[in-house]
């Protein structure tokens, strides 16, 4: 479900003449939309990212770029753990909450039931267990430097839960989009 606007634009958005080229090179590619969490209780945050490579290796790694500045960030370094949670077609008001698009009354972990795992909190179902219709992803973290306006954050993937194949998120020229599951 989309939230309703009255804008058939973004009416915040940096108009395209002020936007820095290698920001609309990189707009016009489809880029997974997922959301990382870490912490627990009080101290948990979680942030949407989708500046983000998974490398196939043993061990699997998995890189990407977040704001030095953000809570997450913080949790990551207090927990040296997190999780990458794949979102899907039916996730973009999720993915709104935790990229601060949306209000979120009681902070973004308030919509919805979640479950806390050694790598941070991960959707539940109603009952409360890790919701089957969810892949994540539980990452250590390895090592951070800059990288362009952000931090790069590399991990050693250490656990994968996979739910059933669903359409994936994907977020291109600045719009979220469908990509159905094969």
């Known amino acids: 479900m989309d939230a309703m606007t009255i804008h058939s634009e973004d009416p915040f958005a940096t108009p395209n003449d002020q936007r820095s080229p ?37 061990p699997g790694q998995l890189a990407g770029v977040i704001s030095d500045e953000s809570e997450l960030w913080t949790a990551i370094q207090a927990t040296g753990r997190f999780a990458v949670i794949q979102l899907g077609a039916d996730d973009r008001l999720l993915a709104d909450r935790f990229a601060e698009m949306l209000p979120a009354p009681g902070g ?48 050693i993937i250490e656990e994968i839960t996979f739910a059933a194949a669903v359409d994936s998120l994907v977020h291109v020229s600045g719009r979220y989009r469908d990509i159905t599951a094969g």
């Open 22 to 58: 290698v920001r609309r090179f990189r707009g016009r590619m489809p880029s997974p939309v997922t959301v990382w969490t870490a912490g627990s209780g009080s101290d948990r945050a979680g942030l949407t990212v989708s500046s983000l490579l998974v490398a196939d290796g043993d």
């Open 108 to 155: 973004p972990f308030s919509a919805g039931t979640w479950q806390q795992t050694d790598y941070g909190p991960v959707p539940a179902d109603a009952a409360g267990d890790i919701a089957p219709s969810r892949t994540w992803a539980g990452c250590r973290f390895d090592a951070a430097r800059p990288y362009g306006w952000g931090l790069l954050v590399e991990a």
